[in-house]
């Protein structure tokens, strides 16, 4: 891995290795992976569309604080269009929020099911 903050034997290791190798991050730099960080709504997302082969979503998400263009705006589109999220509010999704266990696990959950 090229992620100076990845030690080899850490218990994350492998688990980033195969996020990497599969496409679902790219890490927050190209030295980095930020391993203590947070993560967003918005990258939470993101790591799940990459992970399901980043599906085209058939129309905008519609809220309006995931404006086109961004990293992460397809990956809303298809999040709310497989019913993985319903947004904070009903224009809002909050993409900066830090995404909690809770929203986390939900997210999961409903990707799964």
């Not at 030295?31 to 993560?39: E, I, K, L």
């Not at 599906?55 to 397809?74: H, K, L, M, N």
């Not at 999040?79 to 696990?105: D, L, M, W």
């Amino acid at each position: 891995l090229p992620f100076a903050d990845v030690k080899a034997g850490s218990y994350y290791d492998d688990a980033v290795r195969w996020a990497v190798e599969n496409g679902v991050t790219v890490g927050t730099s190209a030295t980095t992976f930020s391993p203590n960080a947070t993560v967003t709504r918005a990258q939470t997302v993101t790591f799940l569309w990459r992970w399901e082969g980043e599906p085209e979503a058939d129309q905008r998400s519609g809220f309006r604080d995931v404006p086109t263009g961004q990293y992460y705006s397809e990956a809303v589109s298809w999040a709310v269009e497989a019913g993985i999220t319903n947004g904070t509010g009903t224009t809002t999704f909050s993409p900066g929020q830090t995404c909690t266990r809770a929203q986390i696990v939900t997210f999961l959950w409903r990707d799964m099911a």
